[in-house]
Structures are given as structure tokens and as C-alpha cells.
């Protein structure tokens, strides 16, 4: 809605589709550039494949996820953290549910996972693929950096910089291993090629530990009175992060250790060090380093020592007499010029070049470095210091807006023609198959009723598209005729509704996370603006569905009924469509609010699971 909202209104600004948008194939693409997109961020589960197929057959720049943390749920399509935690993933604020810890539980309930974290992912890593991301005419590569420290951004930035002009020099991808090992030293939760690269569904999520792994840097040897003993493979140092990984896990910063009961600093590989600590460790535990402060202290220095700055000239004269002149050029030729009072001559303390040459230089936190001053001034005559601070001031910020990117922005009336509907009281069932339940219209996840459409779809050539479907994804929208929106489309505002009224949809499920109040809201906001009704439909009981899974649980625990089992021991149902995983809520929705008073044409009773 808001997509729509702005591009109508602003038809020549630039826009790009977030992940959250759920963009997975070609039908996708082309819905989002006839609502005047330029950029698809298509979902991290895209493989290679079809992201050739989009680039060869529509005009569109494709961002890809290529390095960073992996979401286990397709975005826009997780409501866990909404519905578990109450805050949105979908509005930018998830609280992580998938790094918790959970069981996978049988019938029976036998434990089925080895580690506690059967849904936290490895992180993406695509270093290796660079080249085959820009032979598929990827327009932009997505590092994700959110949280993550400065020296993390830096290194892995570097990383792909070097990766990417190395094949475009030499059509070979450049991996500085040594780089690869700082960057698991500052953050790695292990690496998987991803489901872009078609990774195994065993081999894509670390069940063992959600948070930062470090790399393994010795084994403990022996423990006695408080003091741990430990033989290193790799170099520590004073203030370095370790982890003992023992039956539960030990950090500390390393503020003191020893080497023959001497105090030492620094310790290399196949030294045995010892340190005090405050619990009982295990012998053989492993020992990882976390952070090593020579290398964030490394990084540091080059990050100040190589900030990027705009090089400009200045050129000034002063003569007596006359106004003070003064004109700066950037790397651009962009130039802005400014006089002063007249200059006067000296009485008893003339102003020298290098009082001006120190002046003008101090540039502070600016985005500037001086690379040149010409200066043209008289012999005794004298200028206030305070002028130039003034002057340099007025020029940068004037400079500052000449630099800036401008676009002659086009702004219009916002249009849209929607239909009016009736107002009913429809009530409305999900099944799995067509039972001949008494509903007013009954969707299936077979084709036995209004059949519902996967939220995850590469080919529709099975499908009639003169049917009528439920449909649960954008590309659908491209293909089908007549057609109703799931709650997948994450319905929050007026402007969405009439969008999707605008582009066929006649009955539109509003998202799981809206309030009563909040359609209420919506409802009237939409006929006041659209003077007309809309087809809303609402779900008021049944399992609702927090995520989507591309990678299949049952086939990786190799047994088709399992649960999803938290620490308060709430069982989440999982249940497997179309080879994706769907994890259900464990609270069962039974809403008793009247919808039909405020306007809302459907209630839906979901019953599929």
C-alpha cells in the first residue's frame, strides 16, 4: 500500500522492495515493477536458478543477500516474534525467537535434536560464489551488518570489495584467508552457502549455538585451586574475549595469565598458559577465542587512519582595501565563493600566511581534507581570526548542498478506483480437504474447494487460472484471474486494501497482528478516503501459522509428526505443504469479537491443523 501511495504520488522517485515484500520468483518481479519498483531485495531462499530466469526475463536490479545472519523463517512470512514475544519482525523490531532454545519432540515425546537450537541458522557466506552472482546480472550484493561492531563491517565489507573487483579484473574471485579467519575472530555462528547456492537442509542450521562461536584456539589441560591450565594452538594476548566450553559455558576477558608461574602478555601457539577463574572447569574442554583486541585494535587505527574525505582547494585574497575573497573547489569542480569586510592595514600586529594557512585548515569533523590553499595577500595588513571561522563555516554548508543528490522530484494527485462491495456476514472455513461443512465459502489446501496457494511458488502451470484461488504470495497476483488474499499479505493499512481491490482481489484477509480497534480503524479511514466499502475477511479461530521454513523438519528429523517444544514447554505444531515447513502457534485463536458490527464482511475459522 504504502509502495503504491508513493509512487503514484512521486512517480519518478526511485524505489526498492524490501525482503519483507516476500519476492521469490519471476511473477513476483513483474507484479512489483508494474507497481513502479526499480529494485528487487529478492528472499534470502532464492537459489541462483531462478534469479537467472527473473534477470533473463525482466528489466529489473536484483539485490541478494551474499554474507551476514539468515533468517529460518522466509521475511514477511514470521509472525513468531509478534505473536511469542510482541514485537513485530515484520515492522522491523524481531526479537530473535528463532536463537532460543527449543526441542524437536516425537509422538512420544522423545527428544529428536541434538543441540537446543533446532532454528537458529548459520550465517550466509558467499565469498566463493561471487563470481556466479555476477554473471547472473546480480545488480547489488547485501551484507548484513545490523548490531554488528565497526571492525565486523569493515572486515567483511573488505572482504567482498576484493572478491568482487578481483573477478571483474581477472575473472577469478580473490579470498584473503587470513582476512576470512579475522572475520571468524569477530563474528561467525559457522557458514553456509545458503539456500542460493542450493546447501543441504541438514547442513544449514548450527544447532548447537546461536550467539558468536569464535575459533578454536586451545584445549584445557588441567584444573587445581581456582586455576585453569591450557594448551594453546593459536596466539592470545591481555584483554583478548575466551570462551571455556565446558557443561556450561565460561567467558572471560583474559586481564592477566601466566606461563611458568611468570606473568607474560602474550602467549603463542604450543605455549600452556594458566589463569584464575571462579568455577570448576573440565578437563578437555575447548577453548575459543572471541575477540582478539590486537586485531579490533587494528582495525580501529586503519579505520581512523583512513577515513574518507572530499579534497578541496582554497583560494584567497587579501589585499588592503579591498573585500576579503575566499573560494573553495572539491573533487567535483563544484565551487562557492564568499567576501569579507574590507581589509585594512595593520597597526601594530599584522596578520602573517601562516596565521590564515592554520586557520583555513582546521577543517574538524567535517567530510573535507585540504589538499591545496592559494593564497594572494598583502604584506601588513591584519584580519580578524573570528572572520574566517565564519566565512569557512558558510562556505562548507553551501558546499555541502551543491554536493548533494537532487532530483527534480514530480509530485501528483494520489488516484486509485476500487470496486464497492456489499456489506455481509460471511462466514468462511480452511480445511484441509472439502468435508461439505455448512460455510459460506470453504478454502482447501486441496483443489476440493477455493483451493489455497502455497506462500512459496515457482510454477503455477498446474493451476487453471480461470479458477478461483486463495492465493498467499505477490506472484499469484500476476497470473490468476480471480482471486482472494491470505493473511500472508500482512494487510495492515487502507492504502494495501484498495491496492489490492485495485488488482482483481475480492475478499482480502487482514494480517494475524491487527487489533480489533486497528480494523475498525482501517475500515473507516478506507471509506472515508475511498468512499466505498471493502471485502474484508478476518481469521477468529484456529492455529495461526508464525513461520514459514524452506527447510523441511521432517525430513531432517526423519519423522513426519514432530512439535516444536519452547523452554516453558509450550508444543508448537509443525506440519508439512508442498515440501515447506509451517510451525503453528501453540495458543489456540478463539476470538469472540464481533466483527461484522464494524464493517468486516468474513470471519474465518481456520482448520486445516
Do not use: W
Not at 36 to 52: D, H, N, Q, S
Not at 190 to 195: P, S
Not at 205 to 215: A, K, S
Not at 465 to 474: C, T
Amino acid at each position: 500500500g504504502m509502495l503504491d501511495l508513493v509512487h503514484k504520488t512521486f512517480p519518478n522517485l526511485e524505489l526498492h522492495a524490501s525482503t519483507q515484500m516476500h519476492v521469490h520468483n519471476l511473477d513476483g518481479v513483474k507484479v512489483a515493477k508494474k507497481l513502479g519498483v526499480k529494485r528487487c531485495v529478492l528472499a534470502r531462499e532464492t537459489p541462483i536458478e531462478v534469479i537467472k530466469e527473473i534477470k533473463n526475463n525482466v528489466e529489473m536490479d536484483l539485490e541478494i543477500f551474499a554474507h551476514g545472519a539468515l533468517c529460518v523463517s522466509y521475511s514477511g512470512e514470521c509472525l513468531f516474534s509478534s505473536l511469542i514475544g510482541h514485537r513485530s519482525g515484520n515492522r522491523g523490531s524481531c526479537v530473535g525467537s528463532c536463537r532460543l532454545p527449543y526441542n524437536i519432540v516425537d509422538k512420544d515425546e522423545n527428544i529428536l535434536n541434538n543441540g537446543e537450537y533446532p532454528l537458529s541458522m548459520k550465517d550466509l557466506n558467499t565469498l566463493e560464489y561471487v563470481g556466479q552472482l555476477i554473471d547472473a546480472g546480480v545488480t547489488s550484493l547485501k551484507i548484513e551488518g545490523r548490531m554488528k561492531s565497526p571492525e565486523y563491517v569493515y572486515t567483511v565489507t573488505k572482504l567482498y570489495r576484493m572478491a568482487v573487483d578481483s573477478y571483474y579484473k581477472d575473472h577469478k574471485v580473490f579470498i584473503d584467508n587470513n582476512e576470512l579467519n579475522n572475520l571468524k575472530k569477530i563474528f561467525n555462528r559457522e557458514f553456509t552457502k545458503g539456500y542460493l547456492f542450493n546447501e543441504d537442509m541438514k547442513n544449514i542450521i548450527n544447532t548447537y549455538r546461536p550467539n558468536h562461536l569464535g575459533i578454536k584456539i586451545g584445549k584445557v589441560i588441567d584444573y587445581k585451586n581456582n586455576f585453569v591450565t591450557i594448551k594453546l594452538f593459536d596466539k592470545v594476548s591481555i584483554k583478548d574475549g575466551i570462551r571455556i566450553v565446558s557443561n556450561e559455558d565460561y567467558g572471560l576477558e583474559l586481564n592477566e595469565f601466566y606461563i611458568n608461574k611468570k606473568l607474560v602478555k602474550t602467549a603463542n601457539k604450543g605455549d600452556i598458559i594458566s589463569f584464575k577463574v571462579n568455577k570448576q572447569i573440565n578437563i578437555n574442554s575447548d577453548v575459543l577465542l572471541t575477540k582478539s583486541n590486537e586485531l579490533v585494535e587494528q582495525i580501529t587505527n586503519t579505520i581512523n587512519l583512513k577515513q574518507r574525505k572530499v579534497p578541496v582547494t582554497f583560494n584567497i585574497k587579501i589585499k588592503e582595501n579591498n573585500k576579503l575573497f575566499l573560494e573553495v573547489i572539491d573533487d567535483k569542480e563544484n565551487k562557492i565563493s564568499k567576501e569579507g569586510p574590507i581589509i585594512e592595514k595593520s597597526i601594530n600586529n599584522p596578520t602573517t600566511k601562516e596565521d590564515i594557512i592554520n586557520k583555513i585548515s582546521k577543517l574538524g569533523d567535517t567530510v573535507y581534507k585540504v589538499e591545496n590553499i592559494n593564497l594572494d595577500i598583502d604584506n601588513g595588513i591584519f584580519v580578524p581570526m573570528k572572520i574566517f571561522n565564519e566565512l569557512r563555516h558558510n562556505l562548507l554548508e553551501e558546499l555541502n548542498n551543491k554536493r548533494l543528490y537532487k532530483s527534480n522530484v514530480i509530485k501528483k494527485e494520489y488516484t486509485i478506483n476500487v470496486p464497492n462491495y456489499k456489506k455481509e456476514t460471511l462466514k468462511n472455513v480452511l480445511l484441509e480437504t472439502n468435508n461439505n461443512s455448512n460455510y459460506d465459502n470453504i478454502y482447501t489446501l486441496d483443489n476440493t474447494g477455493i483451493q489455497t496457494l502455497s506462500k512459496v511458488m515457482h510454477d503455477y502451470n498446474n493451476y487453471d487460472i480461470n479458477k478461483e484461488y486463495l492465493v498467499s504470495e505477490l506472484g499469484a497476483l500476476n497470473v490468476f484471474k480471480k482471486f482472494n488474499t491470505n493473511y500472508s499479505f500482512n494487510v495492515t493499512n487502507s492504502y494495501t486494501v484498495a491496492l489490492l481491490h485495485s488488482l482483481g482481489a475480492n475478499r482480502i484477509t487482514l494480517s494475524y497482528e491487527m487489533t480489533p480497534k486497528q480494523v475498525e480503524t482501517l475500515i473507516n479511514t478506507y471509506e472515508d478516503r475511498y468512499k466505498s466499502h471493502p471485502n474484508l475477511e478476518v481469521v477468529t479461530y484456529g492455529y495461526r501459522c508464525v513461520m514459514t521454513l524452506k527447510t523441511n523438519l521432517n525430513k531432517v528429523y526423519e519423522n513426519n509428526n514432530i512439535k516444536l517444544v519452547d523452554r516453558f514447554n509450550n508444543h508448537y505444531k509443525i506440519k508439512e505443504f508442498n515440501n515447506l515447513t509451517y510451525i503453528y502457534d501453540y495458543k489456540l485463536l478463539d476470538e469472540k469479537f464481533n466483527y461484522y458490527e464494524i464493517g468486516v464482511n468474513s470471519i474465518r475459522e481456520n482448520r486445516e491443523v
